[in-house]
């Protein structure tokens, strides 16, 4: 099965926000914040900044943390 007979690392990139992604009814997670940008802003990342305390709590440890359901590998 090489190449992953051997030690290896995968990077996995976080990205955050997006126009489109979400649907703009959205909420996050537990805390049912709702989404900080509408997808038709010209200025989304903007309002996603300018509500940092809102949203900030459920990027913490206690509050929430990055699970990875599943890596796909493709060899090329």
Sequence with gaps: MAPFDQEFHISLGVGVGGNAD????SKTGN???PK???NTSPK???SF???VDEWHSTWTPRESGLIV???KVYSV
């Design 22 to 25: 979400f649907a703009d009814d």
């Design 31 to 33: 805390s049912k914040i």
């Design 36 to 38: 900080p940008w509408e």
């Design 44 to 46: 989304a990342e903007l």
């Design 49 to 51: 900044f300018m509500r």
């Design 69 to 71: 359901d599943y890596v």
